[in-house]
């Protein structure tokens, strides 16, 4: 096998852990929220841990195409993964601030190997990342957005004022 793909697929790997791992704290979350946004935020977790494991088998069977082994093994997630499972159930705010970093944190890594992939032109792997940026900025914008106190006072200026440079 090439370096190259070694490299993608390691990288692939990192993703997968972090992507089960944020998948088991999601379903955990989903089972144990209480407070006065339990309605809301069942619902929500159980649309992101749903999309989650759909994604898990996604990565996974890209590692295989590249043609090395998919971790599958909570040690080997916890090895090679950045974000940490929760051992205890958090209030629901805690909850939301947690998943909306961890969210963050497998962002981060997907920019930080995009240009690998960019370099080895592997179209299928920036596909599958593409998109899976694209649903973490959301979940981070819909789990921030619950965070969000109505009663904050509202940015200054005008919407398109902000965009000034």
Known sequence: MSTDKKDIAHGLAVLLADTYTLYLKTQG???????????????????????????????AERIRALGYFAPASYSDFAKLGHIKEETS???????????????????EHIRSIRPLIDDKADNATASLLDGRLEIHEKAIWMLRSHLHDAREAPLAGSIAGQ???
């Open 163 to 165: 965009f000034a440079a």
């Open 89 to 107: 159930v958090p209030n629901a705010n805690e909850m939301i601030a947690q998943l909306a970093k961890d969210n963050e944190a497998i962002v």
């Open 29 to 59: 979350f989903h089972w144990n929220v209480q407070g006065p946004q339990f309605s809301a935020l069942h619902t929500l977790f159980e649309t992101e841990y749903t999309d989650l494991a759909a994604a898990n088998d996604e990565i």
